[in-house]
């Protein structure tokens, strides 16, 4: 076949050495389109893996493994690549990478050792890019595929053509188009803005013509004003004659009627005098009965000093009489007082019941002494054990926080060696967590926390969760899932599977209680692991967690014969048709 049917760059020879399940293999594709048929495990993807590897790709872009190493076949200690690419008008060209498990890795170019800087943009310059998936597309990036936006799909089509200046075009007509956009929107803005000013110019004016209306208005009304001022004072004026000539009539009737009001001024001014002497006799009669009062308590309080003296001396013998009394009593108690301290002098140490009766004493005194002690002791026993509580309480929530720093140390560690993208991605989380809305979680298999350390129910969780999804970030906020696409897949080239699961997003096909007694099974998948509440959602709506059955070891066979009656009722079982028994065996309802 001739070498000009085949364009620059196409691949027109392989050659594989201990790669993979290969021992050694030799391939000459088409011009065209090339398909490689095989049964699963025959080494279909093998061939991928070698030409993405040979044209400069890295391991965890492929999905396969995270290393080179793991693509040498077993019991080898070394592999190589080698592709031979079209070249019209020159000589091929033949690219070959050499693996070894000692880690150091040679590539060569037309038989030259080269760098690995050198040799990939060697590789480049004849438009082979092995990191553009609308040119090369492994299936364990299908899904980084499907959330390329029309814009990224147009560029690395664009790329993939191999006009260089194809890509500046596009982004300068976008630049012109994003410009032009401004302009007819900056257009639109001074036009609505040209139209508000004509729309208060007509506003402006009629409130002028307005203006100047009220103005007469005003001037009217004040007129009108000074006209009814006037008015007013000419109604006063006439009521004011009216009133003076009605006065004056007044006063003509009160001098004719004076005639006959003068004697009766006299007969009240007489009245007047005799009410006056009436008052005078009166005061009169008051002072004489006040002066025969004076004299009748004056003769009283004459005679009433000698009856209060026979009755005080009456009194005072009567006292004197008491007071002998109470000194003879007095007198009696002092000799019983002698004669008691008398007594004591004489009293002999042989009184027993007295000295029993003070010695009971001071025990009762040192019962209740102790007691006492006792229960302070109590106290501060109880005291020391809240203390040891709070103290045990406070060291378990110290080694709690340090278990968890530990914990997320030793998984930081674990995605730095074995997932790198992931770990890349959690940094970058960490360096822009200021821009993020919401808490963005991942992976998914660094998110779950099993209930227990059952090895059987990890075994469920995993084979219920697809491989390709095991890796994925979960964001809460919508937002920052566009801002992850623009700024970490697409400018960061950190590419992982990402997905947005807002919260409130749930949903539930069977209630997981009542599935749960209508299987008759004592769990769900779901009740298996924790993880963060965006997480779990994820996996139920994705994978009905919460809808697959999971039975212990007594109900293995009696679980799967359950299934069976339901269906073959005619019942319908809306989960996935897998038993997820003690065994992880698959088994299709029939």
């Known amino acids: 076949m001739a070498m000009e049917e085949f364009p620059r760059g196409t691949i027109t020879k392989i050659e594989l050495h201990n790669f993979m399940t290969y021992d050694h293999v030799i391939s000459w594709p088409g011009p065209k389109i090339n398909f490689i048929l095989g049964r699963n495990g025959s080494g279909k993807s093998s061939v991928v893996c070698a030409i993405a590897l040979c044209c400069g790709s890295s391991p965890s872009f492929i999905g396969r493994s995270s290393t080179l190493q793991d693509f040498i076949k077993h019991g080898q200690q070394t592999a190589s690549v080698e592709l031979t690419l079209s070249n019209p008008g020159g000589a091929p060209v033949v690219i070959r990478r050499i693996l070894r498990r000692s880690k150091s890795n040679d590539c060569f170019f037309n038989g030259k050792l080269v760098k690995m800087e050198e040799y990939l943009e060697k590789i480049k310059e004849m438009n082979i890019m092995t990191d553009n998936l609308v040119q090369f597309l492994p299936q364990e990036r299908v899904i980084d595929f499907s959330l390329m936006s029309p814009v990224q799909l147009l560029e690395n089509t664009e790329k993939t053509i191999g006009e260089l200046n194809l890509t500046k075009l596009h982004r300068e007509l976008i630049e012109k188009g994003n410009q032009w956009e401004n302009a007819g929107q900056e257009i639109e803005r ?85 009410s006056n002497n009436a008052t005078r006799a009166l005061l009169e009669a008051k002072r004489e009965i006040e002066a025969e009062k004076n004299r009748f308590d004056s003769a009283f309080f004459e005679s009433e000093p000698d009856n209060l003296q026979k009755e005080n001396a009456h009194d005072l013998g009567v006292l004197k009489g008491s007071k002998k009394g109470h000194e ?216 009905r967690m919460e809808n697959i059955p999971v039975y212990d070891q007594s109900m293995d066979g009696a679980g799967f014969d359950r299934l069976k009656n339901i269906v073959a009722n005619g019942g319908q079982v809306i989960v996935p048709i897998v038993f997820a028994g003690p065994t992880i065996v698959s088994r299709i309802l029939s």
Not at 359 to 385: C, D, H, P, W, Y
Not at 453 to 471: E, M, S
């Open 190 to 274: 001074l036009r609505r803005a040209l139209g508000e000013a004509q729309d208060k110019l007509v506003q402006l004016k009629q409130d002028v013509e307005a203006l100047d209306v009220r103005e007469d208005i005003v001037i009217q009304m004040r007129l009108a004003a000074l006209r009814k001022d006037r008015l007013e004072i000419l109604k006063q004026q006439a009521d004011l004659r009216l009133a003076k000539g009605v006065l004056e009539n007044l006063l003509a009737g009160l001098e004719a009627s004076s005639a006959i009001v003068v004697p009766f001024q006299k007969q009240m001014v007489k009245g007047k005098v005799a």
């Open 328 to 543: 003879d009593r007095l007198t009696k108690v002092k000799n019983f007082q002698t004669a008691i301290q008398n007594l004591e002098t004489q009293r002999t140490d042989t009184d027993v019941p007295a000295l029993k009766a003070i010695v009971l004493g001071l025990q009762q005194e040192q019962i209740q002494a102790k007691k006492q002690s006792e229960a302070a002791n109590a106290r501060k026993l109880q005291t020391l054990s809240e203390r040891r509580q709070l103290d045990d309480k406070l060291q378990s929530t110290m080694m709690e926080i340090a278990r968890i720093e530990n914990s997320e140390d030793g998984l930081t560690k674990y995605l730095k060696e074995h997932d790198n993208l992931s770990y890349r991605a959690r940094e970058w989380l960490k360096q822009n967590a200021a821009k993020l809305r919401g808490t963005v979680h991942g992976p998914i298999y660094a998110e779950i926390r099993m209930k227990t350390q059952d090895k059987r129910h990890a075994d469920i969780v995993g084979i219920n969760i697809p491989p390709a999804f095991q890796t994925m970030f979960i964001c809460e906020e919508e937002a920052d899932l566009d801002l992850i696409l623009k700024e970490m897949v697409q400018q960061a080239s950190i590419r992982i599977p990402v997905r947005s699961m807002a919260r409130g997003t749930r949903q539930s096909f069977i209630d997981p209680n009542a599935f749960k007694q209508r299987m008759e099974c004592p769990a769900v998948v779901s009740d298996l692991f924790d993880a963060p509440d965006a997480v779990k959602r994820f996996l139920n709506n994705k994978f």
